[in-house]
């Protein structure tokens, strides 16, 4: 298991000069931008037991956290 942040720039480094405009001109994207980086955060805070979670409950962060990753990708493939 790794325990480095999983950042949206280093996920999608092609995308990291469209990321920045479409935070700027787009709501949508903005808030899911924001709502990733929140899960982030609940995901890294419990994998170095900063803020323990039960297994599941963690695993349930990540979930979401791929779920959302896989919907920014999606808009930024439809926006290119």
Do not use: C, G, W
Not at 48 to 65: D, F, M, S, Y
Request: aromatic share 8%.
């Amino acid at each position: 298991m790794s325990h480095t942040p999983h950042e949206l720039a280093e996920e999608f480094p092609e995308f990291v000069e469209k990321m920045s405009a479409l935070k700027v001109s787009d709501a949508h994207f903005a808030k899911l931008a924001e709502a990733y980086h929140e899960l982030n955060r609940a995901v890294h805070r419990a994998e170095t037991n900063v803020e323990p979670l039960e297994q599941l409950a963690e695993a349930e962060l990540r979930k979401k956290r791929s779920a959302l990753k896989d919907e920014i990708y999606a808009y930024l493939k439809d926006a290119a």
